[in-house]
């Protein structure tokens, strides 16, 4: 039996961070893994490989479409799947190999298999079981079902984003369940790579909570791209025979019924948080009603000594808000003062164009009570966006009418989600349009569309 300041469960980009962080705080910090790799659901199963697909067929689809309109001529390239998968493992691979120098580095011990706190302070793996001050409940999320709809990555006809990575080829046609992230990023790969792609979503709008101009925009450029969307329908069930799956649905407006057919059905209604196994019901931990665990302004759970972040606690289920709350929780392990601004976590969709956002959209902000004033600046009126054939989105301010502070940012455009930082740092230091409007920006660079939607939140923007 070891005995350490702090273990934390789950090697996520919350559990991990937490644990860093920890050291180099002076803790002697152990980190407890299932998986055979480092890095959770991001690194394996998430953020990174569907960046290296996204990434890819990115490149596909531009040698297919936009080579020769720039004097780029020769065979269109074509797709080896085996090399492509080959690839994405390689991406994930050197990540979580990362993370294994950095606990190296750092001097936390990795304690390999699934946990379960007996008690607090005890933590079992195993045979084993390991004594710690503190406990840090990082032990992210998973798929959630969908009443009908049977998940089989296995057989790659109906799979959810973990079966979607490692498709045996690319399918002629796919239905995906829900216009989320995960539905329009994965759908995005395989349209680009030329299979028919059918989303439905149950809403009338999609990617729920963001700008209503960014939803009608996005969906309106992914429909040219060649995606098709049935909306205001309920997913019934699907069921997979013959390697093929059939899918039936509600429309919503009439409640007629409709079925369909496809190669591959993507399930992507949503995750949930993942806490089996860790026995915090004979511990009395409170959960919320969505299965969360309840945690206080400290990240603390009602057990003394029991913390929790990331996926598994309520908010967004993004990595970069696990890795904050996973400083945060460390250092308030270490007797600092840990800190996460909720009111300034960006959010990013890796399509192409990118989609980002952070604050308040327009209808929030309106809910506020606030007088507001919204100023949008189209990519068209940007020299460098133009150059990428990438003007179709614009970047849109909401700002405080009377103090001129700016509330959020919604953008569609090409490196959105490289931008969107700016007004992230101004946010923080609780900046005017103005501020942003008179900072120089650099020529020719699509950064300068933020700016000028700054500049048309006062006297107006230039380039229109
Ligand atoms: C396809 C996909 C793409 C995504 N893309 C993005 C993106 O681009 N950007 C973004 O911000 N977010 C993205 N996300 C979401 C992101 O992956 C999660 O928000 C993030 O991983 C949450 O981090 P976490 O540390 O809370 O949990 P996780 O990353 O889920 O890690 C939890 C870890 O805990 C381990 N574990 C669980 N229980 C135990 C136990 N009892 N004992 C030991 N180990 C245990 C699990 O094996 C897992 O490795 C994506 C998700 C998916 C599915
Ligand atoms: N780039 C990123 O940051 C990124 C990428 C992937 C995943 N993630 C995270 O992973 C989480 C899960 O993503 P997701 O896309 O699965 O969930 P989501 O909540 O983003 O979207 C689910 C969609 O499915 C729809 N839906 C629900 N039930 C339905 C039904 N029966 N029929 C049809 N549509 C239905 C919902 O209305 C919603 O539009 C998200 O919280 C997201 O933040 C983030």
Same mark, same amino acid.
């Given at each position: 039996m070891s005995s350490?300041d ?5 090697a996520?980009?919350?559990?991990y961070?937490?644990a ?8 002697? @910090?152990?980190c407890?893994?299932g998986r055979?790799?480092l890095?959770g659901t991001?690194?394996n199963?998430g ?5 290296a $697909?996204?990434?890819?067929?990115h490149? #596909? &689809?531009?040698?297919?479409?936009n *080579?020769?309109?720039?004097?780029l ?5 074509s797709?080896d799947w ?5 690839y994405k ?6 990540n979580t190999?990362?993370?294994e120098?950095?606990?190296k580095k750092n001097?936390i011990?990795w ?5 379960e706190?007996t008690a607090?302070g ?7 079981? &390991?004594? !710690? ?5 990082a032990?992210?999320s ?8 049977e998940?089989?990555n296995? %057989?790659g006809v109906?799979?959810?984003s973990t079966g979607? $990575? ?5 399918p002629?046609s796919?239905?995906v369940i829900?216009a989320?992230?995960?539905?329009l990023?994965?759908g %995005?790969? #395989?349209?680009?790579?030329?299979t028919? @792609?059918t989303v439905i979503e ?5 990617t ?6 960014v939803?009608?925009q996005f969906?309106k450029?992914l429909?040219k791209q060649g995606m098709e969307?049935?909306?205001g !329908?309920?997913v019934?069930?699907?069921t ?8 039936? #649905?509600k ?5 007629s019924?409709k079925?369909? %057919?496809a190669?591959?059905?993507? $399930?992507?209604?949503?995750?949930r948080?993942y806490v089996?196994g ?7 931990v ?5 299965g969360?665990?309840k945690?206080?302004?400290h990240?603390?759970?009602? @057990?003394?000594?029991i913390?929790?972040?990331g996926d598994?606690?309520p908010?967004?289920?993004?990595a970069h808000k696990?890795e ?5 929780a460390a250092e308030?392990i270490?007797g600092k003062?840990g800190?996460?601004? #909720?009111?300034?976590?960006?959010? @990013?969709i ?6 980002a956002n ?5 209808? !929030?902000?309106?809910?506020t009570g606030r007088?507001i004033?919204?100023?949008? *600046?189209?990519?068209m009126?940007? !020299?460098?966006?133009?150059?990428m054939?990438q003007g179709?989105? *614009?970047?849109?301010m909401?700002?405080?009418a009377?103090t001129?502070?700016?509330?959020g ?8 989600g ?10 923080e *230091?609780?900046? %005017?349009?103005?501020d942003?409007?008179?900072t120089c &920006?650099a &020529?020719?660079?699509t950064?300068?569309a933020?700016r000028?939607a700054? $500049?048309?939140?006062?006297d107006?923007?230039?380039?229109v």
């Amino acid at each position: 039996m070891s005995s350490y300041d702090l273990i934390v469960i789950g090697a996520g980009p919350g559990g991990y961070v937490c644990a860093i962080r920890a050291a180099q705080l002076g803790l002697k @910090v152990a980190c407890v893994e299932g998986r055979e790799t480092l890095g959770g659901t991001c690194l394996n199963v998430g953020c990174i490989p569907s960046k290296a $697909l996204l990434h890819a067929s990115h490149m #596909y &689809h531009e040698a297919a479409h936009n *080579f020769t309109r720039m004097g780029l001529m020769g065979d269109r390239p074509s797709i080896d799947w085996t090399v492509m998968q080959g690839y994405k493992a390689e991406t994930v691979e050197t990540n979580t190999k990362g993370i294994e120098f950095l606990f190296k580095k750092n001097k936390i011990d990795w304690i390999k298999g699934w946990a379960e706190i007996t008690a607090p302070g005890k933590v079992k793996v195993g045979d084993d079981t &390991h004594e !710690a001050k503190n406990i840090v409940i990082a032990t992210g999320s998973e798929p959630a079902p969908l009443k009908g709809v049977e998940v089989d990555n296995a %057989s790659g006809v109906i799979v959810d984003s973990t079966g979607a $990575l490692t498709l045996p080829g690319v399918p002629e046609s796919m239905v995906v369940i829900g216009a989320g992230v995960i539905g329009l990023e994965l759908g %995005s790969v #395989y349209a680009r790579l030329g299979t028919k @792609v059918t989303v439905i979503e149950y809403l009338d709008a999609i990617t729920p909570g963001m700008d209503a101009e960014v939803q009608k925009q996005f969906q309106k450029i992914l429909k040219k791209q060649g995606m098709e969307f049935v909306m205001g !329908a309920a997913v019934q069930s699907a069921t997979a025979k013959r390697g093929k799956a059939t899918l039936s #649905y509600k429309l919503r407006k009439d409640d007629s019924e409709k079925e369909m %057919s496809a190669d591959v059905v993507l $399930l992507a209604t949503g995750r949930r948080p993942y806490v089996e196994g860790l026995g915090l019901d004979k511990l009395g931990v409170e959960m919320t009603e969505r299965g969360q665990v309840k945690i206080d302004d400290h990240w603390q759970t009602n @057990v003394k000594g029991i913390y929790a972040i990331g996926d598994a606690v309520p908010g967004l289920m993004l990595a970069h808000k696990a890795e904050d709350e996973g400083m945060a929780a460390a250092e308030v392990i270490a007797g600092k003062s840990g800190h996460v601004n #909720y009111n300034v976590i960006p959010g @990013v969709i890796y399509t192409s164009p990118e989609v980002a956002n952070v604050g308040l959209t327009e209808a !929030a902000a309106k809910e506020t009570g606030r007088k507001i004033k919204t100023a949008k *600046f189209p990519f068209m009126g940007n !020299a460098r966006a133009k150059a990428m054939f990438q003007g179709d989105g *614009f970047v849109k301010m909401v700002v405080d009418a009377d103090t001129d502070r700016v509330l959020g940012c919604h953008i569609i455009g090409p490196n959105a989600g490289e931008m969107i930082h700016e007004v992230c740092v101004a946010m923080e *230091f609780g900046a %005017s349009a103005e501020d942003i409007a008179l900072t120089c &920006h650099a &020529h020719p660079t699509t950064s300068e569309a933020v700016r000028e939607a700054a $500049l048309a939140c006062g006297d107006g923007a230039i380039h229109v």
